[in-house]
């Protein structure tokens, strides 16, 4: 008789899932518990502490001959492996930001952004512009959806999830990553590519990037191409595309070429060709309708009223940036410098190397159209960031051409017939910690130099820096580099204490951080190169620069009620020695009569028009 915790023991990716349950809860915890500072290297050092202890276990375990006999324990062992590799992240992340409520990166920039998709998704379900609300999202609604509706459920600020989210989402994305990739390959290989996919590309400020390329990469061999252990049943490969697309539609848009042609080839190769053919169909039909809830209202505005395309206008540095990773000096490079080669030599001995060849060749092709693009129009479509798709490939590539190439190599070269499980322990056991460490040191406050910081550290440091919402400081907050307090709360103050409590009124704010923490109505973003094209920034910008030029207070207060993108209750902007501005637009102060707008000034030089 077989019980169900023996069916478990025997089951890599059922042990695995377990494992991380109950590891990452305690993950999560012990930092508050130990409750050091992560500024100093007592408190940084605690994954570390952590992680080389249960990695000395594993490796105490795996030494014990009788641990490793047959497949069942061997994989068992990866199991367990995988779920302690996918809590210690967790614990990692968790121990770099004890002490803020932020995520990483702070409000800064896109992590703003993002927090607001998340404030206006806890005041509604409904898919829409984090900032002008009402307007369906281009953006992939699916991270900050959950994160939203979690923090309605809890009855909580969003924003204050964030953070988590992007840790719990980062430590899934590890676990997804073996769970799927042991359905295709041994249990160890599939340990093996999840440390190495860690290392590749595991940004915590795009989570749901990193969450939807672990799902996105083996996805494809096993829905389109010829895996030994059979295709994924219809239904959850296309649920499992939904998600994708409805969480970051980079990937499929960057990999779409490479999954034609290898559908192509499958179909040549099918000895049953309409019956591929009809999985194929009943795959995308799936997909449509998972993600549906965000491409249709996306795809009706566009048909509807079109759209302006500004955000791929930001000059961003990575588009001047080198297309080859693989060429970096580092154990990385050298690894995915083997999974080129390897790809490109196993092509027709592995059943592997022709999917991802398929979906580097693809990503390399996109970077090219649109760099050439680019020089025409001015718009990039985002093709520099291509290469966090080919990192990572090429590093599961790497695992891959190593696992296939090592028993020939130990024939060649060796005397014994299969290599011992003990250095396959040692070799998979180093590549985690490495990989471990990389991961640890890139995301970690530093110890020491806060003033100079750059690079990933940079990230966990503002996530510290950011100021709280009423103008306090976190607990651990440096010095440098200093982010200026933009009055939140003094503005709710201000903007209840004249409308009342519970009003949302639609609002020009001159700092995105607004929409972060309030789920008020935005009549523009700022920042253009990050708006959406459904939100006719352009235009928006145009009938803006036209109120702003009306002199007269009674004519001003008539438009600002009834603009062609509708009225604008609330106005925050910046006072200066020349007028009161929003961006590169002036208003006068004269504009705001008393008989229209209840007005205040508030610190940081800002000022508040309400209208009456």
Same mark, same amino acid.
């Not at 023996?6 to 809860?25: F, G, I, K, Q, S």
């Not at 508050?32 to 276990?57: C, S």
């Not at 997804?176 to 340990?191: G, N, S």
């Given at each position: 008789? =077989?019980?169900?915790?023996?069916?478990?023991?025997?089951?890599?990716?059922?042990?695995?899932?377990?494992?991380? /349950? *109950?590891?990452?809860?305690?993950?999560?915890?012990?930092?508050?518990?130990?409750?050091?500072?992560?500024?100093?290297?007592?408190?940084?050092?605690?994954? $570390?502490?952590?992680?080389?202890?249960?990695?000395?276990?594993?490796?105490?375990?795996?030494?014990?001959?009788?641990?490793?006999?047959?497949?069942?324990?061997?994989?068992? *062992?990866?199991? /367990?492996?995988?779920?302690?590799?996918?809590?210690?992240?967790?614990?990692?992340?968790?121990?770099?930001?004890?002490?803020?409520?932020?995520?990483?990166?702070?409000?800064?920039?896109?992590?703003?952004?993002?927090?607001?998709?998340?404030?206006?998704?806890?005041?509604?379900?409904?898919?829409?512009?984090?900032?002008?609300?009402?307007?369906?999202?281009?953006?992939?609604?699916?991270? !900050?959806?959950?994160?939203?509706?979690?923090?309605?459920?809890?009855?909580?600020?969003?924003?204050?999830?964030?953070?988590?989210?992007?840790?719990? =989402?980062?430590?899934?994305?590890?676990?997804?990553?073996?769970?799927?990739?042991?359905?295709?390959?041994?249990?160890?290989?599939?340990?093996?590519?999840?440390?190495?996919?860690?290392?590749?590309?595991?940004?915590?400020?795009?989570?749901?990037?990193?969450?939807?390329?672990?799902?996105?990469? !083996?996805?494809?061999?096993?829905?389109?191409?010829?895996?030994?252990?059979?295709?994924?049943?219809?239904?959850? @490969?296309?649920?499992?595309?939904?998600?994708?697309?409805?969480?970051?539609?980079?990937?499929?848009?960057?990999? @779409?070429?490479?999954?034609?042609?290898?559908?192509?080839?499958?179909?040549?190769?099918?000895?049953?060709?309409? %019956?591929?053919?009809?999985?194929?169909?009943? /795959?995308?039909? #799936?997909?449509?309708?998972?993600?549906?809830?965000? /491409?249709?209202?996306?795809?009706?505005?566009?048909?509807?009223?079109?759209?302006?395309?500004?955000?791929?206008?930001?000059?961003?540095?990575?588009?001047?940036?080198?297309?080859?990773?693989?060429?970096?000096?580092?154990?990385?490079?050298?690894?995915?410098?083997?999974?080129?080669?390897?790809?490109?030599?196993?092509?027709?001995?592995?059943?592997?190397?022709?999917?991802?060849?398929?979906?580097?060749?693809?990503?390399?092709?996109?970077?090219?159209?649109?760099?050439?693009?680019?020089?025409?129009?001015?718009?990039?479509?985002?093709?520099?960031?291509?290469?966090?798709?080919?990192?990572?490939?090429?590093?599961?590539?790497?695992?891959?051409?190593?696992?296939?190439?090592?028993?020939? *190599?130990?024939?060649?070269?060796?005397?014994?017939?299969?290599? !011992?499980?003990?250095?396959?322990?040692?070799?998979?056991?180093?590549?985690?910690?490495?990989?471990?460490?990389?991961?640890?040191?890139?995301?970690?406050?530093?110890?020491?130099? $806060?003033?100079?910081?750059?690079?990933?550290? %940079?990230?966990?440091?503002?996530?510290?820096?950011?100021?709280?919402?009423?103008?306090?400081?976190?607990?651990?907050?440096?010095?440098?580099?200093? #982010?200026?307090?933009?009055?939140?709360? !003094?503005?709710?103050?201000?903007?209840?204490?004249?409308?009342?409590?519970?009003?949302?009124?639609?609002?020009?704010?001159?700092?995105?951080?607004?929409?972060?923490?309030?789920?008020?109505?935005?009549?523009? @973003? #700022?920042?253009? =190169?990050?708006?959406?094209?459904?939100?006719?920034?352009?235009?928006?910008?145009?009938? *803006?620069?036209?109120?702003?030029? $009306?002199?007269?207070?009674?004519?001003?207060?008539?438009? @600002?009620?009834?603009?062609?993108?509708?009225?604008?209750?609330?106005?925050?902007?910046?006072?200066?020695?020349?007028?009161?501005?929003?961006?590169? $637009?002036?208003?006068?102060?004269?504009?705001?009569?008393?008989?229209?707008?209840? #007005? %205040?000034?508030?610190?940081?030089?800002?000022?508040?028009?309400?209208?009456?």
């Amino acid at each position: 008789m =077989t019980w169900p915790g023996m069916r478990v023991a025997r089951n890599p990716a059922a042990l695995a899932l377990v494992v991380w /349950v *109950l590891a990452t809860p305690v993950a999560m915890l012990l930092p508050d518990v130990a409750d050091r500072n992560p500024f100093t290297p007592r408190g940084a050092v605690l994954p $570390i502490a952590a992680g080389g202890l249960a990695l000395a276990a594993g490796l105490a375990v795996a030494s014990v001959p009788a641990a490793w006999r047959g497949a069942s324990r061997i994989g068992a *062992l990866s199991g /367990v492996s995988a779920g302690l590799l996918a809590a210690w992240v967790a614990l990692a992340l968790r121990n770099s930001l004890h002490g803020t409520p932020f995520g990483f990166a702070g409000l800064l920039g896109d992590e703003a952004r993002m927090s607001a998709m998340a404030t206006r998704f806890g005041a509604t379900a409904v898919p829409s512009d984090g900032i002008v609300a009402g307007t369906p999202t281009e953006y992939p609604p699916l991270f !900050p959806w959950v994160v939203g509706r979690t923090a309605a459920l809890l009855d909580v600020h969003a924003w204050r999830l964030l953070g988590d989210a992007q840790i719990l =989402t980062i430590s899934g994305a590890v676990l997804l990553t073996f769970l799927l990739w042991t359905r295709l390959v041994p249990a160890p290989a599939a340990l093996a590519i999840a440390a190495a996919a860690l290392a590749a590309f595991a940004d915590p400020r795009k989570a749901h990037e990193v969450v939807a390329l672990a799902v996105f990469i !083996p996805w494809v061999p096993a829905t389109f191409g010829r895996p030994p252990r059979g295709r994924l049943h219809w239904l959850p @490969a296309g649920v499992l595309g939904g998600l994708i697309v409805a969480t970051y539609l980079g990937f499929v848009l960057w990999g @779409a070429a490479g999954i034609l042609v290898l559908a192509w080839l499958t179909w040549r190769a099918s000895d049953d060709r309409r %019956r591929y053919l009809s999985y194929l169909v009943k /795959v995308v039909v #799936v997909a449509a309708v998972t993600a549906s809830w965000y /491409v249709l209202p996306y795809g009706w505005a566009l048909v509807r009223e079109g759209g302006q395309m500004v955000s791929d206008q930001f000059p961003a540095p990575a588009i001047t940036s080198s297309p080859f990773p693989f060429l970096t000096a580092s154990p990385l490079g050298v690894l995915q410098t083997i999974g080129l080669l390897g790809i490109v030599w196993y092509r027709r001995a592995a059943w592997w190397a022709v999917p991802l060849l398929c979906l580097v060749a693809s990503a390399y092709l996109y970077r090219a159209v649109g760099a050439f693009r680019y020089i025409i129009t001015g718009h990039t479509g985002l093709f520099y960031h291509t290469d966090r798709m080919i990192t990572v490939v090429l590093a599961i590539a790497g695992v891959l051409t190593i696992v296939h190439a090592a028993p020939g *190599l130990v024939r060649r070269l060796a005397t014994r017939e299969s290599i !011992p499980h003990a250095v396959t322990a040692t070799a998979v056991a180093v590549l985690i910690g490495w990989s471990a460490f990389t991961y640890w040191h890139a995301w970690t406050p530093p110890t020491s130099g $806060i003033a100079s910081v750059g690079g990933t550290r %940079r990230y966990a440091t503002l996530a510290h820096a950011e100021p709280l919402r009423g103008g306090g400081h976190t607990r651990y907050a440096p010095d440098k580099p200093a #982010v200026r307090w933009f009055p939140v709360t !003094p503005i709710a103050r201000t903007v209840t204490g004249v409308l009342g409590r519970g009003a949302a009124p639609r609002t020009l704010s001159y700092d995105e951080r607004l929409f972060a923490y309030l789920p008020w109505p935005g009549y523009i @973003a #700022v920042d253009r =190169t990050a708006a959406a094209s459904t939100t006719h920034w352009d235009d928006r910008h145009a009938a *803006l620069a036209a109120l702003a030029a $009306i002199p007269d207070p009674a004519r001003f207060a008539a438009a @600002a009620g009834k603009t062609r993108f509708g009225r604008i209750d609330v106005f925050i902007l910046r006072a200066g020695s020349a007028g009161w501005m929003w961006r590169d $637009i002036r208003f006068q102060p004269a504009q705001f009569d008393a008989a229209h707008f209840t #007005v %205040r000034t508030l610190p940081g030089n800002t000022v508040v028009a309400i209208r009456r």
